[in-house]
């Protein structure tokens, strides 16, 4: 996704920090189901606003990010997905 590591944060928004236009939206969902092998459907697009809002939806569908944000293995793992 190009985000740097150093910017990846819980607060961070998708639209007001980074920018996100559609297309890049599209891809961040691409990426999370391919990644983390779920299924992103538009009306879970609500729970994207945030990074710390989107590991903790990812968090509810696959059961073992069950640690806060600060869990070096969610934040890494979520790191590894969106940033160069």
């Not at 150093?6 to 891809?27: G, L, W």
């Not at 590991?55 to 509810?60: G, K, T, V």
């Amino acid at each position: 996704m190009g985000i740097p590591g150093e910017e990846v944060r819980p607060e961070a928004s998708f639209v007001k920090d980074f920018e996100f236009n559609d297309f890049q939206f599209n891809c961040l969902v691409y990426y999370i189901n391919n990644y983390f092998d779920i299924q992103v459907g538009e009306n879970d697009y609500k729970h994207f606003t945030t990074i710390g809002s989107t590991i903790n939806f990812i968090r509810s569908i696959k059961g073992n990010y069950t640690r806060s944000f600060s869990s070096v293995k969610a934040k890494k793992e979520f790191k590894k997905a969106i940033s160069y």
